[in-house]
């Protein structure tokens, strides 16, 4: 005679560890606390562009191009970066070399020299741009040897909360705060740049 041993579907099982360790945890609150009170007064400047300026150059390492009326952006990119054989964008009015929108898989950005990318809002306290998704292989962002970031002197503001009030999450749902070159000192207490990514920012304010 044969035996069957009768297993819990897997949903069923889920639910039960987690309303399991979620019971634990509440038992085992001895004290909670209010929500931080962020009514506190925040840190404006007199001039957001030219604080976001120096933040970016100096404490996140970018460089940053203030582009004036009536320069080329095509030429700012090239002359910032004359070696760049593959250039990869979506942006209206970027000339580029490839475009991330029609490749089918990450892997197919590999080799890409610079992309360029459009960022809403930046945040002159820590000189982080806000990149939503906007193309079809978000890899763009992090898979290039170097990265443009475009920013609109509009949307430069003073602080984290006022950038956060601003942000509209995109359609893909995906996003990130980048403010400068990948770079880390885990190694030997040596920087390295480049050790996750891209070893070099440029952000063009226009």
Known sequence: MMSQTLHPKKN??????????????????????????????????????????QTATTSAGAAVIDLKDGEDINEAIRKAYPNAKVIASNVPGVNADLNPDEVETPQQLDGTDV??????????????????????QRAEIF???????????????????????RIEMPKMGFGSFISGPSKTADIEQALVYGAQSFCGVTIIIR
Not at 13 to 36: A, F, Q
Not at 115 to 136: D, F, H, L, R, Y
């Open 115 to 136: 992309s360029v990318v459009q960022g809403t809002v930046a945040c002159a306290e820590n000189a982080c741009v806000w990149i939503p998704q906007t193309m079809k």
């Open 143 to 165: 898979i290039c040897q170097y990265l443009v970031i475009l920013v609109d002197r509009k949307n430069i503001v003073s602080n984290m909360h006022e950038a956060y009030s």
């Open 12 to 53: 069923d099982y889920d639910m039960g560890t987690k309303e399991t360790i979620l019971s634990k945890l509440r038992h085992n609150v001895r004290e909670t606390y209010d929500k931080p009170d962020l009514s506190f007064a925040k840190l404006e400047y007199s001039d957001p562009v030219a604080s976001f300026i």
